[in-house]
């Protein structure tokens, strides 16, 4: 069963420029995406245990019919065969329930009625709780169609940047790209962040893909992520705790998506490695 | 400390409430109870609040256009600020628990509160039920939600906030019990039974506590007589007229309300402010009710005939002109007051045909044909005969109750087979009550029965390899793939090759591409289990191959179905 | 004690995909640790018999292995033996002395295979043309051995056996298995080497014990490969 990539296509200029990154991500990975042109400002979600209603704003539903010749159009370019999703279970009339058995979603930073916010640099509520509810990672584009060459980890050594990792390998050997591992060191020493790799049994795999392991030993966080090559697609891992937590500590998936531009793949703390 | 509250997020696997988790569901139920009680009386004292406010300004003439204002306020408070769509909520919530086990969002707990207070509040004739319903089931998926509880434990809980609700609102714990397990869940189990009473007798407390003990709808002692429960089978008619009326003038409203051009909130209005024209004239209409009903109980209501049965059927009008036309709130209130209504103006018209007999006090009747309009809009009528007995006290009426709830709800299943909370569902194809054919259907996916012991071939294979694959295979069926690019092409059943079978010189002069069919039904594994089961049937076929963008994903088969369906069935019915 | 996952879909002969959806609609009983979901064999089987389900552990794979036991041709001959010369003017008496060869059976056990033989001679000649006959009963003995064996009879002269195209017999292959399953397995495999004409006139040549094993090996190998 082929897997597939869940994208909401937005008939705006940068929707095209959002949809292209998701087909750059699907060719390089062998998915395919399957489009939903939204009938409606707003949809539910069902996850395991939550459910999560996104509200659009009305730019998504600019002229479905145009927008089904311009999603056809991107896609017959890229040689896929076009895929329109088309929801067969409301909750109310205008609420469609979208399925959440994809392997891959493409999200913009936030999603929200309100068109202002988008582009602010902060992941939005909305986007949040689906990384958090999700069985699937989530793709958060650039806001520029910009195709990428390598694949960064971000690895903090806890349970979510294993299974980031454990992404970001599955993706470097279907690809066939090269990938970089970057750690903070903290309190501990590299030494015992590779002896985390190691136990996990993730050792032999990594060493076929790996190219180097950046350990920023000093500096800020966000001033070494400099470090990152511009055109990499950069895998993390977004952690289960609150938002009190992340007021306090800060969130590390906050710190790097507001400070690089780069495609970002998020896998929550729910996400399963599939295959 | 992070140890100690992620402990407490997981109550399930704590050790004390691994092995069974009733106790778990008891302790909840209390709290849902206690907080979809908070809610249900919030709303009562906004509401009462508002309309003591707002009853200084009635006598005015432009006060025809305060319901206009609520309506339109409610609506608007819907569309913009929560996103939600209209309605009362009560399908949405039967729709989550039988398909996405119990699963509502959390502004669904206080959407219907506020815009149904605005709505009633201010002159509109709908009831504050079933918001509060909505909201109690919401306030229970969402406490769930927070502790991580499975389907099973959040759909009793979406069961309990909504008899909390119920039974506070009416300070009526078993009403709220029966109608959350009959209207809701549609299962009598006592998995369900148990906590569902515990969080209604938690409603009704905390109801007692901060309302105090009182009955709704109090009234005098009734002599009933024989000849009174004779004429009840004339009631129940009238009643079940009534019923299809009001369910007739609600459709209809929301067709004619849905061809008008204009944004949702100036559609509400325009149906408020024909409410408030309306209540001008009749002030019984406005609100939600209770006033009149009390009034006609007691027998303290002066009208003659006439004005009694215009105030039912404008009372109908009304409450279409508020729900069609976008108001928000719910049907249980002016239900009752129609009931009530309608008793009253059987009970005139008896008087005067039959002056010389006797008849009960007309109290007795309003209450009869309250039980009688919510027996035939809800059909449910458990529901109806225990929330009638239980806010008016009135337990010596209970034979000629149940005699108009079953003739009621029995003629209103004539003519309207769906009850008006489940229609829409009905209508869909998604009230999967658990136990029922189209539940397990749903519960199952294609993905679950698919088969794939099948053996692929190629279709340049020769007749006699193709033999041999057939000596090592267990079935009868042989998927054809491209070789390439291993799409798939066609299937070949042994009946197609049975003529060549024992003809060698055909072994080496066949190939399996010639042989195969190319026009089979194929099912993709995202479809619906009731639909392929559908295509075979019309088919006369027992298994079918299931393709996904072009690839042969495994067979599926009626024989693999009906023991998965079976499996189904026994752990989804289960009675412990 | 605690069972995976795929342990209790194999016990249940279910999907995984089904019980992970059992699992979250809460319909059986787990014990969670983390993200880990683990099974406690007696609730399971509690549950299971509430619910009337079936519910066996790694009962269903001791069927499967059973192809794999049937064994070769050649290792039942060897164990049969192979006999020249043996004597007999008719059917009845030349079967009589290819069974007394069989040297592992007792002797009241001979007597009873030869009655069950020649019953199975009455319904139908086992002579299968080209001068070559495969003697065998028609159900298992009622204490047979534990694998099959093939005893292999070349005759001093050629007797009438009835066989189907009238020629007379010079060569018996006495089968005698525990099942219906082996005897079918062995018989398929050794009509597929009689069909042969080069192995009968091969066979015709009354060759050694050696040469025909080999002979049988090249044919079985055949057979393995397709």
């Not at chain 2, 024209?277 to 609100?287: C, D, T």
Request: with cysteine.
């Amino acid at each position: 069963m082929a897997q597939k990539l869940f994208h909401i296509f937005r008939n705006t200029p940068l929707g095209r420029e959002t949809l292209l990154q998701s087909i750059y991500f699907c060719r390089q990975m062998g998915v395919l995406p399957t489009v939903y042109i939204p009938e409606s400002t707003k949809f539910l979600m069902y996850f395991e245990n939550d459910v999560v209603q996104v509200d659009l704003d009305p730019s998504y539903l600019n002229d479905p019919e145009i927008a089904v010749t311009h999603v056809e159009q991107l896609l017959n370019e890229a040689q896929i065969k076009p895929e329109l999703f088309t929801p067969k279970n409301y909750t109310a009339s205008t609420l469609p329930d979208i399925p959440t058995s994809f392997e891959f979603m493409c999200c913009p930073r936030s999603i929200s009625d309100l068109s202002s916010k988008i582009g602010l640099g902060y992941i939005g509520p909305r986007v949040r709780r689906i990384i958090q509810a999700a069985r699937f990672p989530v793709l958060i584009t650039s806001p520029v169609y910009k195709p990428w060459q390598s694949i960064a980890v971000f690895f903090g050594g806890s349970a979510n940047a294993v299974n980031a990792l454990r992404l970001g390998i599955r993706i470097a050997k279907v690809t066939g790209m090269r990938l970089a591992i970057y750690t903070q060191v903290g309190k501990n020493n590299p030494s015992k962040y590779q002896a985390i790799v190691q136990d996990k049994g993730l050792g032999k795999l990594l060493e076929s893909v790996l190219s180097q392991w950046n350990f920023f030993e000093k500096g800020r966080f966000e001033d070494n992520l400099y470090e990152v090559p511009h055109d990499a697609l950069v895998v993390l891992g977004a952690y289960g705790h609150g938002i009190i937590r992340d007021i306090v500590f800060g969130s590390m998936m906050e710190k790097i998506q507001s400070t690089i531009s780069n495609n970002l793949l998020i896998a929550g703390p729910k996400y399963t490695v599939i295959g | 400390m992070t140890r100690l509250l992620e402990k407490l997020k997981y109550p399930g696997r704590w050790s004390l409430f691994r092995s069974d988790d009733r106790l778990l569901l008891m302790i909840f139920a209390i709290i849902v109870g206690i907080c979809s009680g908070l809610a249900a009386l919030f709303l009562n004292r906004s509401l009462e609040t508002m309309l003591e406010w707002l009853h200084h300004y009635r006598v005015y003439w432009w006060a025809i256009f305060l319901p206009a204002a609520g309506a339109a306020l409610s609506s608007l408070f819907l569309e913009k600020i929560v996103n939600e769509g209209a309605g009362h909520g009560v399908p949405e919530v039967i729709y989550a628990v039988s398909r996405y086990g119990g699963l509502l969002r959390l502004r669904s707990g206080f959407s219907r509160l506020i815009s149904s207070c605005l709505t009633i509040g201010s002159g509109g004739s709908a009831g504050p039920e079933a918001p509060v319903v909505m909201s109690g089931a919401a306030i229970g998926s969402n406490i769930a939600q927070a502790f991580s509880l499975n389907d099973r434990q959040r759909v009793a809980l979406v069961g309990c906030g909504a008899a909390g609700a119920i039974a506070a609102i009416f300070n009526a714990p078993i009403s709220g019990m029966v109608f959350a397990i009959e209207v809701i869940l549609g299962e009598w189990s006592t998995m369900n039974i148990i906590p569902i009473a515990i969080a209604a007798v938690a409603g009704t407390e905390v109801s007692r506590l901060l309302k105090g003990n009182q009955i709704v709808f109090a009234h005098r002692d009734f002599n009933i007589h024989f000849h009174d429960i004779l004429a009840c089978v004339g009631l129940a008619i009238f009643c079940a007229a009534a019923s299809i009326l009001l369910t007739r003038a609600l459709r209809s409203m929301h067709h004619v309300s849905k061809g008008v051009a204009v944004p949702l909130w100036v559609r509400a209005a325009i149906g408020g402010s024909m409410v408030g024209a309306i209540g001008y004239f009749l002030p019984y209409v406005l609100g939600e009710g209770y006033h009149a009903i009390r009034t006609a109980i007691e027998g303290g209501f002066s009208g003659g005939l006439m004005l009694v049965a215009v105030i039912a059927l404008v009372k109908i009008l009304a409450t279409a002109l508020t729900l069609g036309w976008g108001g928000s709130g719910g049907i249980f209130a002016p239900c009752l007051v129609i009931g009530a209504f309608v008793g009253l103006s059987f009970h005139r018209f008896l008087a005067t045909v039959w002056s010389s007999v006797p008849w009960v006090n007309e109290g007795c009747f309003a209450l009869l044909g309250m039980a009688g309009l919510i027996s035939g809009i809800l059909q449910a009528p458990l529901t109806g005969i225990f929330l009638v007995i239980e806010i008016t006290g009135g337990y010596e009426v209970i034979l000629p109750l149940i005699v108009v709830s079953a003739i009621s709800t029995t003629l209103c299943h004539y003519l309207e087979p769906a009850s008006f909370y489940l229609k829409d569902l009905v209508k869909r194809g998604q009230l999967l009550r658990p136990g029922t054919d189209a539940r397990v259907l749903t519960d199952l996916s294609i993905q679950e029965l698919l088969e794939t012991d099948c053996i692929c071939v190629h279709p340049n294979m020769r007749l006699a390899d193709f033999i041999h694959i057939v000596k090592s295979s267990r079935r009868n069926y042989f998927p054809v793939e491209d070789q390439q690019s291993r799409q798939f092409v066609g299937m070949i059943h042994l009946d197609d090759i049975r003529p060549y079978l024992f003809d060698p010189a055909m072994h080496h002069a066949v190939l399996t591409g010639q042989l195969m069919n190319t026009h089979v039904k194929t099912v993709s594994l995202h479809d619906d289990l009731a639909e392929v089961l559908q295509k075979m049937d019309d088919g006369h076929i027992f298994s079918m191959p299931v393709v996904s963008d072009n690839r042969f994903q495994g067979m599926i088969s009626k024989a693999t179905l009906l023991d998965q369906y079976r499996k189904e069935l026994m752990v989804q019915t289960d009675r412990y | 004690m605690k069972l995976p996952m795929q342990t209790v879909a194999g016990a249940l002969a279910l999907p995984v995909s089904t019980i992970e959806r059992w699992i979250r609609q809460g319909r059986i009983p787990i014990q969670r640790s983390g993200a880990d979901v683990a099974f406690s064999h007696a609730a399971l089987e509690k549950w299971a018999a509430t619910h009337n389900l079936s519910f066996s552990l790694g009962g269903d794979q001791a069927d499967d292995h059973i192809p794999e036991t049937l064994g070769s041709l050649v290792s039942a001959m060897s164990r049969g033996k192979v006999y020249h010369r043996v004597a007999g003017e008719d059917a009845a008496t030349a079967l009589r002395s290819a069974v007394d060869c069989i040297d592992f059976l007792s002797e009241d056990i001979q007597d009873e295979l030869f009655e069950k033989m020649m019953e199975r001679e009455r319904l139908a000649s086992t002579g299968i043309g080209n001068g070559i006959a495969i003697p065998h009963t028609r159900d298992p003995l009622p204490r047979p051995p534990e694998t099959p064996v093939i005893t292999t009879c070349f005759l001093e002269k050629p007797v009438n056996f009835n066989a189907i195209d009238d020629q007379p017999v010079f060569v018996l292959f006495l089968l005698i298995s525990p099942t219906v399953k082996h005897h079918l397995h062995l018989l398929s495999r050794l009509s597929y080497c009689i069909r042969d004409r080069a192995f009968v006139a091969f066979l015709s040549a009354h060759p050694d014990a050696v040469a025909l094993y080999s002979r049988i090996a090249e044919f079985e190998k055949q057979l393995d490969d397709i």
